[in-house]
Nanobody, 123 residues
Framework: QVQLVESGGGLVQAGGSLRLSCAAS????????MGWFRQAPGKEREFVAT????????YSADSVKGRFTISRDNAKNTVYLQMNSLKPEDTAVYYC????????????????WGQGTQVTVSS
């Protein structure tokens, strides 16, 4: 059972930046591809970005491409989401998740989830 704990959310003005972190309890963190998803009020959970086990491959949703960067540090059992040029439409609860697949862009492909961290972008 992998436990995931997100941090780094908060309130930021449009155009600002935040870096989210997700710490995993599992020593075999590098066995999992990792992903970030978000869910805004009244909307379905949507894919944001994913990274392979080694960190060598990443993929991001078109809505965040060029603004958000996913990375990981397997020595620290942590995955990050650097968010730049934030927009009000980025406001959501952000979740990290772990999957045994190579990478995943669909929520049901993920096996473990964190509790989420709120990101609010003011205009």
């Amino acid at each position: 059972q992998v436990q995931l704990v997100e941090s780094g959310g908060g309130l930021v003005q449009a155009g600002g930046s935040l870096r989210l972190s997700c710490a995993a309890s599992e020593r075999t963190f590098s066995d999992y591809a990792m992903g970030w998803f978000r869910q805004a009020p009244g909307k379905e959970r949507e894919f944001v970005a994913t990274i392979s086990r080694s960190g060598g491959n990443t993929y991001s949703a078109d809505s965040v491409k060029g603004r958000f960067t996913i990375s990981r540090d397997n020595a620290k059992n942590t995955v990050y989401l650097q968010m730049n040029s934030l927009k009000p439409e980025d406001t959501a609860v952000y979740y990290c998740a772990a999957t045994f697949l190579y990478v995943g862009t669909i929520a049901h492909e993920y096996d473990y989830w964190g509790q989420g961290t709120q990101v609010t972008v003011s205009s």
